[in-house]
């Protein structure tokens, strides 16, 4: 007998690795994005340096979004979300262990791959902990953040295109201070502490107010 | 003694008022078949119960159940979609609700014996049959235990074998001082009352 939201948890982490899961969809084309920067750029070493972090940051936010639209939508289509949104265990905290699910199941692998794809880009090497380090703790915002437009998707019935529309504006601050405190650690002036700080606190907020705003925005779907 | 009480319910979707100024009392020990043509309301009526779908205007209470829980906690809602992922296997997709919705009924095995899908256990869930799906989804009612059912056509796509299992297993409930709510256009081989949905909202007769 385990918990409700251990459960859960298990079952997302499941699916997301099982044929058809989007655990590894993330990771390519993370590496696709970030592979074809340096043809398109050219072989500029010191441009692709200053750029490098920046690049690594926008492929991890675009392949974090890429499949988020289906954390709820999937579960809408088969009736699993009815019988969610009728359990005693409260629907915040069933979001909250679904998002944990997906940053487990593709925001880590982004984190892990970060470094390698760090190489592509000519980032030195004191930088690439420092990216690493910045995506361990902005992805988390981005999976929580992205629940929110996932949620409003499923309950005005439009597909993905209007989630990337509704979530990239909010995801732009952890954006900011992702790439604030990378390119901090290149090139200064500015401490790595400062942007880094605003960066937890950045996921800390989305962890306290994403479950809470995508549970009243399935509830709203309700007709 | 557990009684639903729906008092003046309103229901409307979709701008259309789909039943208005419905009143029931159901007790203890009976099963409820809800009857209609199509678009009368029978599933929005159970959706309503569940929770899934907000009432216009009127009340909905269960009295003698648990006082903390709210009404859709204590109510097993079946509907057209068997909620089951594909990639799962079906003692995976068994067992996962089960620990979801907190269990306290009969373990998972037994209940998938019960219907007769335990030799599919290992099999993922996308393979079955639609009515093997629809067994497993029964196979929920057996693993956790909760006061009120509400069946959406539980007899869709079963064979005539499985419709036997499926009401003995409704008997036991109804025995054992459960409720059942139904909605479906066949017999379902037990007593029930029948509450009927008039297309026409204003002559609905109410059972009492």
Redesign the interface.
């Known amino acids: 007998?385990?918990?409700?939201l251990?459960?859960?948890f298990?079952?997302d982490l499941?699916?997301a690795t099982?044929?058809?899961?989007g655990a590894m969809v993330g990771v390519v084309f993370f590496l696709a994005v970030v592979t074809i920067v340096p043809f398109g750029v050219g072989p500029d070493m010191n441009l692709l340096a200053r750029i490098g972090p920046a690049i690594l940051w926008i492929g991890a936010l675009l392949a974090t979004l890429l499949g988020l639209d289906r954390i709820f939508q999937a579960d809408a289509?088969?009736?699993?979300l009815?019988?969610?949104?009728?359990?005693?265990?409260p629907l915040p905290l069933v979001i909250a262990a679904k998002a944990a699910a997906h940053w487990l199941a593709t925001g880590l692998p982004l984190v892990a791959a970060a470094p390698l794809l760090g190489l592509f880009l000519n980032v030195p090497p004191e930088a690439m902990g420092a990216v690493a380090l910045t995506l361990a703790a902005g992805t988390p915002a981005l999976s929580l953040i992205g629940a929110v437009g996932a949620a409003l998707a499923v309950s005005l019935r439009r597909g993905g295109l209007l989630m990337a529309i509704l979530v990239l504006p909010l995801t732009i601050p952890v954006l900011i201070f992702g790439v604030a405190a990378t390119t901090s650690v290149i090139v200064g002036p500015l401490p790595f502490g400062q942007p880094f700080a605003i960066l937890l606190a950045l996921s800390l907020m989305s962890l306290v107010l994403g479950p809470v705003a995508a549970a009243a925005a399935l509830r709203f779907g309700?007709? | 003694m557990l009684r639903l009480i729906a008092d003046a319910l309103t229901c409307q979707?979709?701008g259309r008022v789909v039943f208005s100024d419905l009143s029931f009392t159901v007790t203890a020990g009976e099963a409820v078949q809800v009857t209609g043509p199509n678009g009368a309301g029978k599933s929005s009526l159970l959706?309503l119960i569940?929770?899934?779908?907000?009432a216009e205007s009127g009340h909905l209470a269960l009295e003698g159940g648990d006082p903390e829980?709210r009404l859709?906690?204590q109510?097993h809602?079946c509907?057209?979609?068997?909620?089951?992922?594909?990639?799962?296997t079906v003692a995976?997709n068994l067992s996962?609700?089960t620990?979801?919705?907190?269990?306290g009924g009969i373990a998972a095995p037994d209940a998938m014996e019960r219907l007769g899908i335990g030799h599919l256990a290992d099999l993922p869930a996308g393979y079955l049959s639609a009515g093997q799906r629809r067994r497993l989804a029964l196979a929920r009612l057996l693993t956790v235990s909760r006061p009120v059912w509400l069946l959406d056509e539980p007899t869709a796509a079963l064979d005539v074998a499985s419709q036997g299992v499926l009401t003995g297993i409704m008997a036991e409930h109804v025995a054992a001082g459960g409720i059942i709510l139904a909605a479906t256009h066949g017999p379902l081989g037990l007593p029930v009352r029948d509450l009927s949905l008039a297309r026409t909202v204003a002559t609905a007769p109410v059972a009492a």
């Open positions: 007998m385990r918990s409700p251990a459960a859960i298990r079952r499941m699916l099982r044929i058809g899961g289509d088969d009736g699993s009815d019988i969610m949104m009728m359990a005693e265990t309700l007709e | 979707r979709g959706r569940a929770g899934l779908v907000r829980a859709s906690e109510c809602y509907g057209h979609q068997d909620a089951f992922k594909g990639s799962l995976e996962f609700w620990d979801f919705l907190g269990g």
